[in-house]
């Protein structure tokens, strides 16, 4: 499987971007598909996941409230609108993806993650 990641840039605070990932080359979808995110000088951390059909959705409590995950289907793609930026949300967003959506305690970890994407930078900078 494949993800492409597009739609990141530059914010000011407050502002909003949505995400996009789209997945190809699988068979067994649709496939659990999520974000995490890097900042420079630390770890990942995971930021949203959604199952297959949509049904179930988590978010990490830091952006729980501010950012909203979904997904087409149809266009094998995945979405993540990030609303009230601030700058604690610059870096790396990754795009992930998995057979199933398998989490501890509603947070979904990189050891359940099958696929990544390269990435696309998120700067929230006034």
């Not at 499987?1 to 530059?10: A, D, R």
């Not at 190809?24 to 659990?32: E, H, I, K, Q, R």
């Not at 297959?52 to 950012?67: D, K, L, Q, S």
């Amino acid at each position: 499987v494949q993800l492409e990641e597009s739609g990141g840039g530059m914010v000011q605070p407050g502002g909003s971007l949505r995400l996009s990932c789209v997945a190809s080359g699988g068979s067994d979808g649709p496939y659990a598909m999520g974000w995490f995110r890097q900042s420079h000088g630390e770890e990942r951390e995971w930021v949203a996941a959604i199952s297959g059909p949509g049904g179930t959705i988590y978010y990490a409590a830091a952006v729980e409230g501010r950012f909203t995950i979904s997904r087409d289907n149809a266009k094998n793609t995945a979405y993540l609108q990030m609303n009230n930026l601030s700058p604690k949300d610059t870096g790396v967003y990754y795009c992930a993806a998995a057979k199933t959506l398998l989490t501890r305690e509603r947070r979904w970890y990189e050891d359940a993650v099958s696929f990544w994407g390269q990435g696309t930078q998120v700067t929230v900078s006034s």
